[in-house]
């Protein structure tokens, strides 16, 4: 790099022909100077400009969400809906087995898991937000505990997941 003439500012190479702000008035070089308010307007549309886009990409975020929690319900209603076939036939089975006395609990529970998939399927998702919200209003204390079991959970699931990627191609350990 050539050595710098001690008149430029620290951090510049070169003089620009036009591009200095003092004394070259129509010299032709970028200047950035506001006249008339002219940088304010430009400052305000480039304002108005990043809140459009940002509303913009908010919206569609939440049309993805929004797309993907009623997949997970639709699937989530299926399996329970799945549950409580297996529920009913085991029911059968218990009458079969050891009596309709025994079997009359394997059936209310049968019904309570279609009767649960059944008002998955019947709410749509922003019905579940908002008994999510009633909930922890009511039972603050409960959601966070809640809420920290599922942290854990998912980590040791994040973790497990991480230790069988790291294991592949290894020789497995005798223990």
């Known amino acids: ?39 304010r307007e430009t400052t305000d549309r480039l304002v108005t400009q990043a809140r459009d886009q940002i509303a913009t990409l908010r919206d569609q975020a939440g049309e993805k969400i929004r797309a993907y929690a009623d997949d997970g319900k639709g699937k989530a209603s299926g399996l329970l809906e799945e549950l409580g076939g297996v529920l009913t036939d085991a029911a059968r089975s218990v009458d079969t087995r050891l009596g309709e006395q025994y079997g009359e609990y394997a059936h209310r529970a049968a019904g309570a898991v279609s009767n649960l998939a ?24 409960v959601a966070i505990g809640i809420a920290a079991v599922a942290g854990f959970a998912l980590v040791r699931l994040l973790r497990t997941g991480l230790d069988d990627v790291s294991r592949v191609g290894r020789p497995r350990d005798e223990d």
């Not at 937000?129 to 909930?135: H, S």
């Open 118 to 141: 059944g008002r998955v399927r019947e709410k749509n998702v922003d019905d579940f937000v908002d008994d999510a919200k009633e909930f922890v209003r009511k039972s603050p204390v």
């Open 1 to 39: 790099m050539p050595p710098r003439e001690p008149e430029l500012p620290e951090g510049t190479d070169q003089i620009v022909a036009g591009a200095s702000a003092e004394g070259n008035e129509g010299s032709g070089g970028f200047v950035a100077r506001a006249s008339n308010g002219g940088a």
